[in-house]
């Protein structure tokens, strides 16, 4: 089964990316310099996304505090962390803050990650003699 996940241009073409990529992605999440609620706020997100061959997916912030185990306040704090590190990107919804779990914010692996994530993926592939497929 072919992945979802695609990265290039339509000039280039577009590197469908594997299970090898997410094990490098996994990788860089955690040999990254984070603290241990950064790292594992990252890792929800990026299973939320990446993982499930999505670039992008709506969690609830009542949902991410609860799964990680962190404070609303916290859980805010971490989040502004990782966005100025360039390790995600939050697009939030309107309204102000509330503990409702049917308020959704959309979040994303941040491009410079998923891009440097890439490049190491490509090279590796690449020296080893394996083939990209291309779409």
């Given at each position: 089964?072919?992945?979802?996940?695609?990265?290039?241009?339509?000039?280039?073409?577009?590197?469908?990316?594997?299970?090898?990529?997410?094990?490098?992605?996994?990788?860089?999440?955690?040999?990254?310099?984070?603290?241990?609620?950064?790292?594992?706020?990252?890792?929800?997100?990026?299973?939320?996304?990446?993982?499930?061959?999505?670039?992008?997916?709506?969690?609830?912030?009542?949902?991410?505090?609860?799964?990680?185990?962190?404070?609303?306040?916290t859980l805010?704090?971490?989040?502004?962390?990782?966005?100025?590190?360039?390790?995600?990107?939050?697009?939030?919804?309107?309204?102000?803050?509330?503990?409702?779990?049917?308020?959704?914010?959309?979040?994303?692996?941040?491009?410079?990650?998923?891009?440097?994530?890439?490049?190491?993926?490509?090279?590796?592939?690449?020296?080893?003699?394996?083939?990209?497929?291309?779409?």
């Amino acid at each position: 089964m072919a992945s979802n996940l695609k990265i290039g241009s339509e000039d280039n073409g577009y590197a469908i990316l594997d299970e090898f990529f997410k094990s490098l992605m996994f990788q860089q999440v955690m040999d990254s310099d984070l603290s241990r609620n950064e790292r594992d706020v990252l890792l929800v997100i990026f299973r939320k996304t990446i993982h499930y061959e999505k670039w992008n997916d709506r969690i609830s912030m009542y949902w991410l505090s609860k799964t990680v185990g962190i404070s609303p306040t916290t859980l805010r704090v971490t989040l502004k962390r990782l966005e100025n590190k360039s390790f995600i990107d939050v697009t939030r919804s309107t309204g102000g803050k509330t503990v409702s779990s049917k308020k959704y914010n959309e979040f994303s692996i941040h491009t410079y990650l998923v891009n440097m994530v890439f490049k190491k993926w490509e090279e590796i592939k690449l020296y080893n003699g394996f083939d990209i497929q291309y779409d």
